[in-house]
């Protein structure tokens, strides 16, 4: 069993940076892949970046790719989303998820743990 519990969002203006946090608890952290996934008002939860057990591979949704770096420290049993020049169409909740195949996919189906997430909001 995998607890997750992210933190870190906040209410940013356009132009700026937050930095999200997913602390888990549980044995074997190192051997899931994580992902990162949004979903915004009305809209399907949509993935946004994923990282390999070892942190040795990354993914991201095209377009978050050079804005936003996924990172994990295995030790703090954390993963990381640095989100730089954020837009108002980031805004959004941000999930972090688990992978217990540690397969670094897009499809929400394949995460079998989920945390309750954290608002970031950006305004114009």
């Known amino acids: 069993q995998v607890q997750l519990v992210e933190s870190g969002g906040g209410l940013v203006q356009a132009g700026d940076s937050l930095r999200l946090s997913c602390a888990a608890s549980?044995?074997?952290?190192?051997?899931?892949?994580m992902g990162w996934f949004r979903q915004a008002p009305g809209k399907e939860r949509e993935f946004v970046a994923g990282?390999?057990?070892?942190?040795?591979?990354?993914r991201y949704a095209g377009s978050m790719e050079g804005r936003f770096t996924i990172s994990r420290d295995n030790a703090r049993k954390t993963v990381f989303l640095q989100m730089n020049s954020l837009k108002p169409e980031d805004t959004a909740v941000y999930y972090c998820?688990?992978?217990?195949?540690?397969?670094?996919?897009?499809?929400?189906?394949?995460?079998?743990?989920w945390g309750r997430g954290t608002q970031v909001t950006i305004s114009s």
């Open positions: 990282i390999s057990g070892s942190g040795g591979f990354t």
């Open positions: 998820a688990a992978n217990q195949q540690n397969q670094v996919v897009a499809t929400t189906w394949t995460y079998a743990y």
């Open positions: 549980g044995r074997a952290f190192s051997a899931y892949a």
